[in-house]
């Protein structure tokens, strides 16, 4: 763990103290593994409710949108769009973040110390964990026996 001294830090600089974090590091690659959980788990769940050819390779968003069309998961859509856009914005807009590109919304970029990194830490552990919950929720209840009818 580096030691922080509590001083500002901002833009590209604070995006290359993250760089350099290995604790930030390797929880963003637990979101990112966790991610690719909740895609698998979709995906083997939209194919056997709403078959179609294109499942494999879609992304999470055309799986969160095919549940959507198919009438599929309505009270998991909120949670499942959510982590979408939290992990998007972290493994996708970042840098764009700290470079003034994109609108500070889910993350913050100003007013930061050299010690939120410890934050941001936090808020990746968070998204890996909220990730791994819904597919283990989605893995679960594919499991699930479908009950039978006695005649």
Same mark, same amino acid.
């Given at each position: 763990?580096? %030691?922080?001294? &509590?001083?500002? !830090?901002? &833009?590209?600089?604070?995006?290359?103290?993250?760089?350099?974090?290995?604790?930030?590091?390797?929880?963003? &690659?637990? /979101?990112?593994?966790?991610? =690719?959980?909740?895609? !698998?788990?979709?995906?083997?769940? +939209?194919?056997?409710?709403?078959?179609?050819?294109?499942?494999?390779? /879609?992304?999470? =968003?055309?799986?969160?949108?095919?549940?959507?069309? @198919?009438?599929?998961? !309505?009270?998991?859509?909120?949670?499942?769009?959510?982590?979408?856009?939290?992990?998007?914005?972290?493994? @996708?807009?970042? @840098?764009? %973040?700290?470079? =003034?590109? +994109?609108?500070?919304?889910?993350?913050?970029?100003?007013?930061?110390?050299? !010690?939120? +990194?410890?934050?941001?830490?936090?808020?990746?552990?968070?998204? /890996?964990?909220?990730?791994? =919950?819904? /597919?283990?929720?989605?893995?679960? @209840?594919?499991?699930?026996?479908?009950?039978? +009818?006695?005649?």
């Amino acid at each position: 763990m580096c %030691l922080r001294k &509590g001083e500002p !830090s901002e &833009g590209l600089d604070f995006y290359s103290l993250l760089c350099k974090d290995d604790e930030f590091c390797q929880e963003l &690659g637990r /979101a990112v593994l966790a991610a =690719g959980r909740l895609e !698998s788990a979709l995906i083997q769940y +939209v194919s056997q409710n709403a078959p179609s050819r294109n499942t494999t390779r /879609a992304t999470l =968003g055309q799986l969160i949108t095919r549940a959507k069309k @198919h009438d599929m998961l !309505s009270r998991m859509l909120p949670a499942l769009e959510s982590v979408r856009d939290q992990r998007n914005y972290l493994t @996708h807009s970042i @840098h764009a %973040l700290f470079s =003034g590109l +994109v609108e500070e919304t889910i993350l913050e970029r100003s007013n930061l110390l050299d !010690s939120d +990194v410890n934050l941001f830490i936090d808020r990746a552990w968070q998204l /890996a964990d909220n990730l791994n =919950g819904l /597919a283990e929720i989605l893995e679960n @209840h594919r499991k699930k026996p479908t009950p039978t +009818v006695d005649r």
